[in-house]
RNA sequence: AGCGGGGUGGGGUAGCCAGGACAUCCCGUCGGGCUCAUAACCCGGAGACCGGUCGUUCAAAUCGACCCCCCGCUACCA
């Protein structure tokens, strides 16, 4: 027996966990864990909720509430979605406690005495009224270099320009319009530098890591660390445990990360052994797991470390399985099929199990990984219902029908050594690979054996043999309740619920994790009663697709008519162009079309604008859309809106576009392109394709939507008052409209 | 554009780090079998010149160079 120890990273409580989450970095450990107790080891699972930092005060103040209310309405229901995927924690806390600060506390001081902190001072506003530092986004005032009168604190939204503290004119406070004054203000740091040598030692002998992570790290460390700070003028996390730093807090990366370590304590005081902590993290024969996304490996294989051997004495972790994402294309299509992706409303159509299965056959460790309604219900129907379910069903059925009990074995060794040896080599694989958190792997070879067991039971074909041989006909039984019984142990980590169904069913009394991992081999009780058993997975049906899913990409675009008002060069840029347009609300947007449009050119003209694009910043202006062109080679133009059309024109295509601002990637992810329109009504891309649009298309080159890249039918540009976007005549078929 | 990861039969994947005999497995597909089982199960077939080009080697999916495409982060991408 040993002991483990699994840390999981923290959900951020401001929105709730969705399956990214649960495929990444919760089900993996989950497995590990549960395979570890299914050993005999004792395993100390912690996680809980990241309730610091600001995003969480950001929506707080959005909704008119305190931080605590968002950071406990998150954590209650993420905790529920994790209870109700059966993910067993030892602990999942959260960080807005007053354990969690004694153990950050004790970490800063300890980290401190040891010389791995130093105080740093920077010029901040600060407002007399208010009696407080202004974190940036609360300040105000004129941009000194393009005279925005709403500038905010580090930087101008308008032309991007970055401030030095003092050099924005007139600077009020947002909250009381009061002059702030700048005052020193001082921020501990944590002296990452100090770490470096002995990290990349560290890293080095990490055989064992999965070869990303290690890579990642390696690279990361060898372009040198930073120093970073750890405190902040905000009064929403832990506060800086020293007299004069009250209105100082924690920065929220350092407090979270301790989270594994306070969670420890607290549930050590929790199971009334307060020193139990230590078992494992001060004994260096117990290993520590870190399971996250890979976003987060920089804060588990440099930082966290960097803080353990600054603080002495505790184990480092020992190995980091990051996992890749879960993405999900077809996430808006699931809500238009009335399925949602959140987990509450999944765990309300299917069964537990199913899920589990669909991710974690399906988990990214490697790679990305893409959850589709398509492969979730073929997976489910066609693997595990079909292989696993039915060979469960079709043995514990057919001999309860039969015999109402385990048959008497009558067999000869031989023939029960054949399975046993196929239970065998399942047996050592799974364990193989799931010492190495390798769950892709594990999971396959159990689906395997119950691959093996079907193919068993259709040759000793039991149906027959009970016409003509009841006694010989009970001991193939025999061996398939065994394969059965195997399967359930087995399957355990992965699919709890049917494991302990099937536990169940073959009529044992005591309950699985008592018997242990080992005990599938031992041969079952002869004329043990069964129960009657019913399938322990049910097939899933997903919703048909709306026939109109093509083009909702589509709709994810709100595109307008616009008039350029006025266009100037960017000053800080080479090739773009900055112009105010006219969409029915005026916008400011940058372009880079310096090197095709000369600003008189473009003053005045009719466009095509997307008016629902994330604002971004390009070199330092904010641009809030964009105009779309098309462009070959280097012919590059404007598309052209038609006669009548004013600006403010919704350009729908007949459809309903969306409101919701679209982020610059996705957009780029769909397929635009130029075509000519054919006598025929189908339209030239560089190969045909049939055309969803209402007549009244000339014979020109227009803009048209495809569905995806490969797609053979598109949809053409057109307002609301039905008149077609066209685009110049000398564009080739296929131009990319962007 | 830079950095990282990836491109393997229709879809999804293993193998690649430690090159070598028929390129793995799942789904789908085609043909057959069975009838205990949730039209489930079992057997067999078809289907891949392992993104492209060039190189190293007796031998490359596996090593190297360049190029193309996809994904993530970063950016004077709008």
Not at 4 to 30: F, R
Not at 286 to 293: A, D, E, N
Not at 658 to 663: G, N
Request: with cysteine.
């Amino acid at each position: 027996m040993v002991k483990v120890l699994v840390c999981v990273a923290w959900p951020y409580a401001n929105a709730p966990i969705h399956l990214g989450h649960v495929a990444g970095s919760l089900l993996p450990p989950d497995i590990f864990s549960k395979y570890q107790r299914l050993h005999g080891n004792e395993v100390l699972m912690v996680s809980g909720s990241d309730q610091h930092g600001t995003p969480i005060t950001v929506k707080a103040e959005k909704e008119g509430v305190t931080p605590e209310v968002i950071a406990e309405r998150y954590h209650e229901i993420n905790k529920k979605a994790i209870e109700g995927l059966d993910i067993e924690f030892s602990l999942f806390t959260k960080t807005h406690t007053e354990n969690h600060f004694e153990v950050v506390t004790d970490m800063f001081m300890t980290l401190r005495d040891h010389g791995f902190l130093y105080k740093k001072g920077t010029l901040q506003y600060y407002c007399p009224k208010c009696e407080k530092f202004l974190p940036d986004r609360y300040v105000e005032g004129t941009c000194p270099s393009c005279g925005n009168e709403k500038a905010r604190g580090d930087q101008c939204e308008r032309c991007g320009k970055a401030f030095e503290g003092g050099e924005m004119v007139n600077a009020v406070c947002v909250h009381c319009s009061t002059a702030p004054e700048l005052r020193e203000t001082e921020h501990y740091f944590l002296k990452l530098t100090a770490f470096q040598d002995r990290l990349i030692d560290w890293i080095s002998g990490k055989e064992e890591w999965k070869s990303s992570v290690k890579l990642f790290t390696k690279n990361w460390l060898e372009a040198g660390l930073a120093d970073r700070p750890i405190t902040r003028d905000m009064s929403w996390g832990v506060p800086v445990p020293l007299p004069g730093w009250e209105d100082k807090v924690i920065y929220v990366w350092f407090d979270a990360v301790i989270g594994y370590l306070s969670a420890s304590k607290e549930w050590a005081k929790r199971t009334g052994r307060p020193d139990a902590w230590k078992e494992y993290w001060a004994d260096p024969s117990v290993k520590g797991y870190y399971f996250l996304g890979k976003d987060n490996i920089p804060f588990h294989t440099i930082i966290w470390p960097a803080m353990l051997m600054g603080y002495g004495g505790l184990n480092l972790p020992y190995d980091v399985p990051a996992n890749e994402f879960l993405t999900f294309k077809g996430d808006k299509l699931s809500k238009s099929r009335g399925n949602s992706i959140d987990i509450p409303s999944l765990l309300k159509s299917y069964q537990v199990d199913a899920l589990r299965y669909y991710l974690a056959v399906n988990m990214p460790e490697n790679k990305d990984s893409e959850f589709t309604w398509e492969d979730f219900e073929t997976k489910i129907n066609n693997e595990l219902v079909a292989t696993l379910g039915n060979f469960y069903h079709r043995v514990l059925s057919f001999t309860f029908k039969h015999f109402g009990e385990v048959p008497i074995y009558h067999g000869t060794e031989a023939q029960r050594r054949e399975v046993m040896e196929a239970i065998e080599k399942a047996r050592a694989e799974v364990d193989e690979n799931l010492q190495k958190c390798e769950f892709k792997r594990g999971l396959k070879a159990i689906m395997d054996l119950a691959q093996f067991g079907n193919r068993y039971f259709d040759s000793v074909g039991p149906w027959a043999l009970i016409k003509k041989d009841r006694e010989q006909c009970g001991s193939v039984l025999y061996l398939n309740l065994q394969l059965v019984q195997a399967l359930a142990v087995m399957s355990y980590p992965f699919l709890p619920r049917s494991s302990e169904g099937a536990w169940k069913l073959l009529g044992h009394q005591e309950g699985m994790l008592n018997k242990g991992w080992d005990n599938f081999a031992v041969p079952l009780p002869e004329g043990q009663k069964l129960l009657e058993p019913k399938p322990l997975f049910s097939k899933i049906v997903v919703e048909k697709e709306d026939p109109d899913a093509a083009f909702r990409g589509f709709e994810s675009l709100n595109l307008k008519v616009g008039r350029i008002i006025d266009v100037q060069n960017h000053p800080n840029a080479d090739s773009l162009l900055l112009m105010q347009v006219d969409i029915g609300r005026k916008v400011q947007i940058v372009a880079g079309l310096k090197a095709y449009f000369t600003p008189e050119e473009l003053k005045g003209r009719k466009v095509v604008v997307v008016s629902n694009l994330k604002p971004a910043k390009l070199r330092g202006y904010e641009s809030q859309g964009m105009l779309l062109a098309a462009e070959s080679g280097d012919l590059v133009t404007l598309l052209m809106p038609p006669a009548d059309a004013e600006p403010g024109d919704q350009v729908s295509s007949g459809m309903t576009p969306s409101e919701k601002q679209i982020e610059f990637k996705d957009f780029q992810k769909l397929t635009l392109k130029i075509g000519e329109v054919q006598e025929d009504g189908g339209i030239d891309v560089g190969r045909k394709l049939r055309c969803r649009c209402p007549p009244g298309l000339g014979r020109s080159k227009v803009p048209v939507f495809l569905p995806s890249p490969e797609a053979n039918e598109c949809l053409a540009f057109f307002t609301e008052k039905g008149s077609f976007i066209t685009a110049d005549e000398r564009l080739p078929n296929g131009a990319t409209v962007r």
